[in-house]
């Protein structure tokens, strides 16, 4: 990668290669193998350097997909940077990192709006598990970028597995000791996202129900539902309109969304969209 940017320092795709590297270098920090000593300056560095990288590349493709691409991992970067942060000095210090975000940079209306329609499916006092990359950044967006939801937990699932650190950071924040989904359930609704596939399957058994845009276990009252014509996809009708860039993921989660909660239909037939989700 850096051969290539080395060759030709103006080619933007090179660039958002080198940005995507160390964003993904930054995962390796949440590994915490011992005796490592854990390194919140390093972590800081190689996110700096990704945004840098991710910078010049939506300045050297003015118009592009590229450049599409690279503003929106600029966030994403952010939101890797409060990751960082929320382990080390829990959520205050999340938010604390997401307000250094220029109001200039933001996501794209129609990611913006799959976070904020997440979060609106997850009951009050949830705790919302997200599935990739997508569906994580845009709900961590409007949860500590735009404040929308400070009740919710928002977090990856596959990071609540596999990082000890932020796992343990989450459970003494609510007072909690057991991580498993069950237990979270006993005193609170428990979400997944459907950028998953099916529902997770997790040992002890969770049963799942299926709400709009989410599968929720546990504690769930009918006053935290929202019904399914409430949702507004008016961002993904323009994004449709326009071939924006981000419009074939979105779209293929809310159609994993419409085969689970058909219901959804008529609010994606209110802005002509029930053909793009396959509704009938």
Request: charged fraction near 25%; hydrophobic fraction near 40%.
């Amino acid at each position: 990668m850096w051969a290539r940017v080395t060759a030709d320092s103006t080619d933007g795709s090179a660039w958002l290669d080198v940005g995507r590297y160390y964003l993904q270098l930054s995962e390796e920090y949440h590994a915490h193998k011992k005796p490592v000593v854990v390194d919140t300056v390093l972590a800081h560095a190689i996110l700096d350097t990704a945004q840098l990288a991710f910078d010049r590349s939506a300045r050297l493709s003015p118009g592009t997909r590229t450049a599409d691409s690279a503003r929106v991992f600029r966030v994403y970067a952010f939101g890797e940077r409060a990751y960082v942060d929320w382990e080390s000095g829990g959520t205050a210090a999340a938010t604390l990192a997401w307000h250094g975000l220029p109001e200039s940079l933001r996501l794209p209306p129609v990611l913006e709006e799959l976070g904020e329609n997440l979060l609106r499916a997850c009951p009050h006092q949830g705790v919302l598990f997200t599935a990739n990359e997508m569906d994580t950044q845009a709900a961590w967006y409007l949860r500590f970028g735009r404040g929308l939801r400070p009740d919710l937990v928002v977090v990856p699932l596959d990071r609540w597995k596999l990082d000890s650190v932020l796992r343990n950071r989450v459970l003494r924040e609510m007072r909690r000791h057991d991580p498993s989904l069950r237990a979270l359930g006993e005193t609170r609704a428990v979400c997944a996202s459907m950028g998953f596939e099916r529902a997770p399957e997790q040992r002890p058994a969770v049963k799942w129900n299926k709400r709009p845009l989410v599968w929720v276990s546990g504690r769930e009252t009918k006053d935290d539902r929202v019904p399914p014509q409430d949702f507004v996809f008016a961002a993904l009708r323009l994004a449709v309109d326009e071939h924006e860039t981000w419009t074939a993921p979105v779209t293929a989660l809310y159609t994993r969304a419409v085969s689970n909660a058909g219901g959804l239909c008529k609010a994606f037939d209110t802005f002509d969209l029930g053909s793009e989700v396959g509704c009938r």
